[in-house]
């Protein structure tokens, strides 16, 4: 079973940064599609940003630019930093991995585990 273990997150106002941290222990994070997934009060889970096992990384247009993906294989963590939040950015923040070897990572596809979730709230 693999574990994801979220953390950071918290409220800001616009403008403003937040970084987001997710462990994956005991993976080979290069044998993964690993990416972030957010679902604001009353609408459905999209996808944020993804890797592959082989680094390359898709972001959703609306963050691309502002949002940073990056990965620690040492670590086993990835972290995406978030800049310039506006109040759409707001929303449960959820990490997830699917355990296969993509070209390219997909914002909309499935991914099988998922983290506990870390909430985002961007105040104007």
């Known amino acids: 079973q693999v574990q994801l273990v979220e953390s950071g997150g918290g409220s800001v106002q616009a403008g403003g940064s937040l970084r987001l941290s997710c462990e994956v222990p005991?993976?080979?994070?290069?044998?993964?599609?690993i990416g972030w997934f957010r679902q604001a009060p009353g609408k459905g889970r999209e996808g944020v940003s993804c890797?592959?096992?082989?680094?390359?990384?898709n972001y959703k247009e609306s963050v691309r630019g502002r949002f940073t993906f990056s990965r620690d294989t040492s670590k086993n963590t990835v972290t995406l930093q978030m800049n310039s939040l506006n109040p759409e950015d707001s929303g449960v923040y959820y990490c997830?991995?699917?355990?296969?070897?993509?070209?390219?990572?997909?914002?909309?596809?499935?991914?099988?585990?998922w983290g506990q979730g870390t909430q985002v709230t961007v105040s104007s």
């Open positions: 997830v991995a699917a355990n296969r070897e993509s070209a390219q990572c997909t914002l909309r596809g499935r991914y099988d585990y």
């Open positions: 890797i592959t096992g082989n680094g390359w990384i």
């Open positions: 005991r993976i080979n994070m290069r044998r993964y599609d």
